[in-house]
Nanobody
Framework: QFQLVESGGGLVQAGGSLRLSCAAS????????TGWFRQAPGKEREFVAAISWSGKSTDYADSVKGRFTISRDNAKNTVYLQMNSLKPEDTAVYYC????????????WGQGTQVTVSS
């Protein structure tokens, strides 16, 4: 069974940084594009960033461009989201997902990790 497990969330002050990790198990992680999404209380889930299976292509939401960086290490079956210059509006539960596309149509989802940015 293919599983995704996020880690690295926590509480940070505005302007700070966090690095989220998404570890995959059960199948060949390198076959899938991988994305990060987030959902804040009372809001719909939104796309944050995605990376192709090879790591050669990336895509970012406008709200995080220049602040967040997505990367992957297929040898470790892990995808990372480096988040810098965090803002209170980045507060949300962050989910990683794996599938054939970059922004939608993901097959597999993790359970999420909470990120809270204090002002």
């Amino acid at each position: 069974q293919f599983q995704l497990v996020e880690s690295g969330g926590g509480l940070v002050q505005a302007g700070g940084s966090l690095r989220l990790s998404c570890a995959a198990s059960g199948r060949t992680f390198g076959r899938y594009n991988t994305g990060w999404f987030r959902q804040a209380p009372g809001k719909e889930r939104e796309f944050v960033a995605a990376i192709s299976w090879s790591g050669k292509s990336t895509d970012y939401a406008d709200s995080v461009k220049g602040r967040f960086t997505i990367s992957r290490d297929n040898a470790k079956n892990t995808v990372y989201l480096q988040m810098n210059s965090l803002k209170p509006e980045d507060t949300a539960v962050y989910y990683c997902a794996a599938g054939p596309s970059m922004r939608e149509g993901y097959y597999y989802w993790g359970q999420g990790t909470q990120v809270t940015v204090s002002s």
